[in-house]
């Protein structure tokens, strides 16, 4: 079993290469190569979109990341490609871009009625966290119940980060985004949302996600009296 884990890649965060794969190079081709003179509409628009989608698969099969978020990305690209080659209205990309972050943010509200609630897959995790110490201390110090009523308040401000890119994701599609699906235009002004997204929403939402990772350190903090480097994660690594 062990051979099993070692033999399954560790993920690692490239924000650089997702940064390129996800954003840059599609943006690129859908606003210079959309011409009758390049690739065309369609064409270019299928090429740009099998970056993130392609990168997508990769890290889904590759390090078994068979989790809803990252299912529901994938799906994004698919829905974003078939409203420029069905060439529908314009204002179902705004409806799509709303959606997905409106629909992530349902789940984590959803799933607090369940045993397992997103917040510990997204931040209270053992990627993250040394979970197992935190909780230890917790039930030393008969504490769980109120860190439990903590993690609720740090549920729903992670509902409102996603409820907040639902928005933002609606406003700035419905923006720039006006020309009839399957045009130079639209692909143009598609790469162009897309660069536009990622320091109007993309950053905004990470900051506010940093914002409730340090809420949960305090949090963690002040119940447990455990210092930063006892909470947060240990490297496999550093323990050799």
């Known amino acids: ?45 299928v090429l740009a979109l099998a970056f993130p989608l392609g990168w997508g698969l990769f890290e889904l099969i590759r390090y078994r990341k068979y989790n809803f978020i990252a299912v529901l990305g994938v799906i994004s690209v698919f829905l974003t490609g078939g409203i420029g080659l069905l060439e529908l209205d314009p204002q179902w990309l705004a409806i799509k871009e709303a959606t997905v972050p409106g629909v992530i943010g349902l789940a984590v509200l959803f799933s607090t009625r369940t045993r397992y609630p997103l917040i510990r897959t997204l931040l209270y995790n053992e990627k993250v966290l040394n979970v197992h110490r935190v909780d230890e201390r917790l039930q030393e110090r008969g504490l769980r119940e109120v860190f439990e009523q903590r993690l609720l308040k740090a ?86």
């Open 155 to 240: 549920t729903y401000f992670l509902a409102g980060t996603f409820f907040f890119s639902s928005i933002m994701n609606y406003l700035v599609a419905k923006w720039i985004v006006v020309s009839p699906a399957g045009t130079e235009a639209f692909n143009a002004e598609l790469g162009r949302m897309t660069l536009v997204s990622y320091p109007m929403i993309a950053i905004p939402s990470m900051i506010m996600m940093m914002a409730i990772l340090f809420y949960l350190w305090r949090t963690i903090h002040g119940l447990t009296g455990l210092k930063m480097e006892e909470i947060m994660a240990v490297n496999p690594a550093d323990k050799r």
């Open 1 to 45: 079993m062990n051979e099993a884990l070692r033999d399954t890649p560790q993920h690692k965060p490239r924000p650089m290469v997702d940064l390129l794969v996800s954003i840059v190079i599609p943006s690129v081709i859908l606003m210079k190569l959309s011409g009758e003179a390049h690739f065309g509409p369609h064409q270019a628009l």
